[in-house]
């Protein structure tokens, strides 16, 4: 997929998606639906986000797009929509984990979009996962 590092302070991530998306059908061996993997956090607030897909190979990548390995592991899944999608990270991260017994763990958060989401329907769900040990 395609990568933004930065701090998303004025809707990069928005804009990224609209970047990618008229390129979609560049990208071979689809497996599945649409990811937005979060990843390499820092402390001043920077961290690394992918807009792309699951697919079965990364040989003949298109030109500016990357690939990153997810592991497998467990995960807390939280649904939501894009209009309430940073309501429900503050949520995941602010109340339920720490309430939960669990604790976030190393490994990158991501939302998933499958193939009956649709970015321009208010109320279409899309799923968070936040690794969890």
Known sequence: GMLYHGKNEHDEIGQLWGQFNPRMN???????????????????????????????SVEDLPKGMTSWEVPAQKYAVF???????????????????????????????????????????????LTIYIPIE
Do not use: M, R
């Not at 990843?39 to 920077?46: A, L, P, S, V």
């Not at 949520?91 to 604790?103: C, D, I, M, Q």
């Open 26 to 56: 560049e990208i071979k061996n689809i497996t599945d639906g649409a990811f937005g993997v979060c990843g390499h956090t820092q402390e001043d607030g920077n961290f690394d986000y992918l807009a792309g897909f699951a697919v079965s």
């Open 79 to 125: 649904p939501c929509t894009l209009p309430t999608l940073h309501k429900t990270y503050q949520y995941a991260f602010e109340t339920w984990l720490p309430a939960s017994g669990y604790k976030y763990t190393s490994g990158p958060d991501f939302e998933y979009y499958d193939e009956s989401f649709n970015p321009e329907v208010d109320d279409s769900i």
